[in-house]
T-cell receptor, first 111, second 113 residues
Framework: GQQLNQSPQSMFIQEGEDVSMNCTSS?????WLWYKQDPGEGPVLLIA?????ELTSNGRLTAQFGITRKDSFLNISASIPSDVGIYFC???????????FGTGTRLTIIP | DAGVTQSPTHLIKTRGQHVTLRCSPI?????VSWYQQVLGQGPQFIFQ???????GRGNFPDRFSARQFPNYSSELNVNALLLGDSALYLC????????????FGPGTRLTVT
């Protein structure tokens, strides 16, 4: 099935560093969502975006809905150990309810 | 408030068998969606149900079916299991048909041998 392209595929950073990741699609989306998934658990919703150009924050996390409607970005400031996990973007197109997920970005913090 | 719950947590089945997975949404949520997540990939949409009716279906064979009950809980059924059906099956609930913030349960890990 279709998956959105996320980059980078993996990141190795030190605690305290800022993180940036993005998600791109060949299709236009009406809604962008960002999730975090820990091993053996379901994805946890972090941020939802509904309007092109929208910039939304949730604590140290900031996400943006791209102007073209074909991309979205997630930034994490001052990373901490609990930020470790896999981050997924998800988009919803026009006229349907399903979410199309990205390939994921695995974040690892180097001690 | 309790989140989305799923049962069982883990399941091992043999090729050709049938399986039923269950999901209870967050209280007050009327929409349930099912996703399949193969190891190393993002979740893939299977079904969405709202008010007991199917509102969306992903690119999965007819061996996959689902239903939603009056209390908004849901079952996912898979017939004639194949090795490739081994995956984490996730259930997500949202408040209404046009509420796009979906909240996921912990998933059911299905292994087909």
């Amino acid at each position: 099935g279709q998956q959105l392209n996320q980059s980078p595929q993996s990141m190795f950073i030190q605690e305290g560093e800022d993180v940036s990741m993005n998600c791109t699609s060949s299709s236009i989306f009406n809604t962008w969502l960002w999730y975090k998934q820990d091993p053996g658990e379901g994805p946890v919703l972090l941020i939802a975006l509904y309007k092109a150009g929208e910039l939304t924050s949730n604590g140290r996390l900031t996400a943006q809905f791209g102007i073209t409607r074909k991309d979205s970005f997630l930034n994490i400031s001052a990373s901490i150990p609990s930020d470790v996990g896999i981050y997924f973007c998800a988009g919803r197109g026009f006229g349907n309810e399903k979410l199309t997920f990205g390939t994921g970005t695995r974040l690892t913090i180097i001690p | 408030d309790a989140g989305v719950t799923q049962s069982p947590t883990h399941l091992i089945k043999t090729r050709g068998q049938h399986v039923t997975l269950r999901c209870s949404p967050i209280s007050g949520h009327k929409s349930v969606s099912w996703y399949q997540q193969v190891l190393g990939q993002g979740p893939q949409f299977i079904f969405q149900y709202y008010e007991k009716e199917e509102r969306g279906r992903g690119n999965f064979p007819d061996r996959f079916s689902a239903r939603q009950f009056p209390n908004y809980s849901s079952e996912l059924n898979v017939n004639a299991l194949l090795l490739g059906d081994s995956a984490l099956y996730l259930c997500a609930s949202s408040m209404g048909r046009r509420s796009y913030e979906q909240y996921f349960g912990p998933g059911t890990r299905l292994t087909v041998t």
